[in-house]
């Protein structure tokens, strides 16, 4: 027998953990008033923190991608014109 005692869809996996926590070790989101700095804008207890962190790291992750992408043609190009002087 689970001793979460509400019956959460699988398909909110989200709330299933914030149930969880809730539930079994007594963890409590905060009020959004407690939520200050950056916080207030990344966090795991918000539909909207928790969007704010995806956006984060895809934009890492394509900064990331167009610096290397930048970097290996700025090398193609100084190996041309080195082998043609």
Known sequence: MSPVKTRIP????GHLITE??????????P????????RKYFNSYTL?????CVMATYGV??????A???HRQNKK??????STA
């Open 10 to 13: 699988i398909t909110s996996f």
């Open 20 to 29: 969880v926590k809730r539930q079994l070790f007594g963890i409590e989101p």
């Open 31 to 38: 009020a959004s008033v407690e939520l200050t700095g950056l």
């Open 48 to 52: 909207q923190g928790r969007r704010n």
């Open 61 to 66: 992750l394509v900064v990331t991608a167009a």
């Open 68 to 70: 290397y992408l930048m």
């Open 77 to 82: 190009e100084n190996q041309t014109s080195i």
